[in-house]
Nanobody
Framework: VQLQASGGGLVQAGGSLRLSCAAS????????VGWFRQAPGKEREFVAA????????YYADSVKGRFTASRDNAKNTVYLQMSSLKPEDTAVYYC?????????????????WGQGTQVTVSS
């Protein structure tokens, strides 16, 4: 399965963005999906994840209450709604899918990766 992340951009602190992760090649409605981000000079870090049903989600403490993961399996797309953005949220955001229906908080738990989309939050 190929993943394409989109929706990044430049936004002021306090603003919102919605990232999308679209799958092609085959349906990923049975796959758990995670969002990660990587800022310059830092390691890739877990942001959020959603199970294949969409009923189970998990968030990093740094984004809990501000970010919401959701999915529309009919559209083969997973979303990350980001609100109350902070300058420290600036990073390249990646979506990833696991072969299983569950999710993981570590990059090694995923089998497919998108190319990333840049999110820049100005102060």
């Amino acid at each position: 399965v190929q993943l394409q992340a989109s929706g990044g951009g430049l936004v002021q602190a306090g603003g919102s963005l919605r990232l999308s992760c679209a799958a092609s090649g085959r349906s990923f409605s049975r796959n758990g999906v995670g969002w990660f981000r990587q800022a310059p000079g830092k390691e890739r870090e877990f942001v959020a994840a959603i199970s294949w049903t969409g009923f189970s989600t998990y968030y990093a403490d740094s984004v809990k209450g501000r970010f919401t993961a959701s999915r529309d399996n009919a559209k083969n797309t997973v979303y990350l709604q980001m609100s109350s953005l902070k300058p420290e949220d600036t990073a390249v955001y990646y979506c990833a899918a696991s072969r299983s229906g569950s999710y993981s908080t570590v990059p090694g738990g995923y089998d497919y990766w998108g190319q990333g989309t840049q999110v820049t939050v100005s102060s």
